[in-house]
Nanobody, 126 residues
């Protein structure tokens, strides 16, 4: 079993920055992928970014150039640095974790992740 603990959400103004953190514990895998998804009001959950144990990184087009996913110093920790936040970025952000996949295209699908955090709210005022 894997447990995910997220932190860092909050209320910011458009244009501000925020950093989310996620730490995985328990029976984690050596070759893993950690990702962020988000779900806005009335919307389906969508992919934001992913990072594999080997350092490969993937972003949704909507956040490229503004968000950065990075590994933390502690094992199985990942950050999501969000800059130039927009009102449309407001959502509950979820950390996800699972084994590395053979095809990177799978990382964009929430169905590929078996472990999820509880979510952290990000609110962006205009």
């Amino acid at each position: 079993q894997v447990q995910l603990a997220e932190s860092g959400g909050g209320l910011v103004q458009a244009g501000d920055s925020l950093r989310l953190s996620c730490a995985a514990s328990g029976n984690t895998f050596i070759k893993y992928v950690m990702a962020w998804f988000r779900q806005g009001p009335g919307k389906e959950r969508e992919f934001v970014a992913a990072l594999t144990w080997s350092g490969n990184i993937y972003y949704a087009d909507s956040v490229k150039g503004r968000f950065t996913i990075a590994r933390g110093n502690a094992r199985n920790t990942v950050y999501l640095q969000m800059n130039s936040l927009k009102p449309e970025d407001a959502a509950v952000y979820y950390c996800a974790f699972d084994r590395e996949r053979l095809s990177s295209s799978l990382y964009y699908s929430e169905g590929e992740y078996g472990y999820w955090g509880q979510g952290t709210q990000v609110t962006v005022s205009s």
